[in-house]
């Protein structure tokens, strides 16, 4: 059974930066590509950085792109999202998630939000930015 576990979270001023890791607990999952989500208070989820875990280049929502790095440590088996500059439209509860489809990808996971085949969610990590 693997679980997904973020932490990082937390307040910050408008400007700041934080950085939010997110590591598997439990059997040796390998998966085929790996993302951060976020969800503000009514709104829908929304996808805002993925990538493949076997490499290439991560796709961002445009709305962090160029402020926000998502990077992940395979030994470690952590994946993280660095977010710089970050604005007060950033707060979010945000969530990592992984899955083993190969089906999966990372461009219609930004652009259509299809996460069908990510079956791994973490549990949140709040984000507040003021």
């Known amino acids: 059974h693997v679980q997904l576990v973020e932490s990082g979270g937390g307040s910050v001023q408008a400007g700041g930066s934080l950085r939010l890791s997110c590591g598997a607990s439990g059997h040796t999952y390998s998966s085929n590509c790996m993302g951060w989500f976020r969800q503000a208070p009514g709104k829908e989820r929304e996808g805002v950085a993925v990538?493949?875990?076997?490499?290439?280049?991560?796709d961002y929502d445009l709305s962090v792109k160029g402020r926000f790095t998502i990077s992940k440590d395979n030994a470690k088996n952590t994946l993280y999202l660095q977010m710089n500059s970050l604005k007060h439209e950033d707060t979010a509860m945000y969530y990592c998630?992984?899955?083993?489809?190969?089906?999966?990808?990372?461009?219609?996971?930004?652009?259509?939000?299809?996460?069908?085949?990510?079956?791994?969610w973490g549990q949140g990590t709040q984000v507040t930015v003021s």
């Open positions: 990538i493949y875990a076997g490499g290439g280049s991560p």
């Open positions: 998630a992984a899955g083993r489809d190969s089906r999966a990808n990372i461009i219609h996971i930004i652009n259509n939000n299809d996460t069908r085949y990510l079956e791994l």
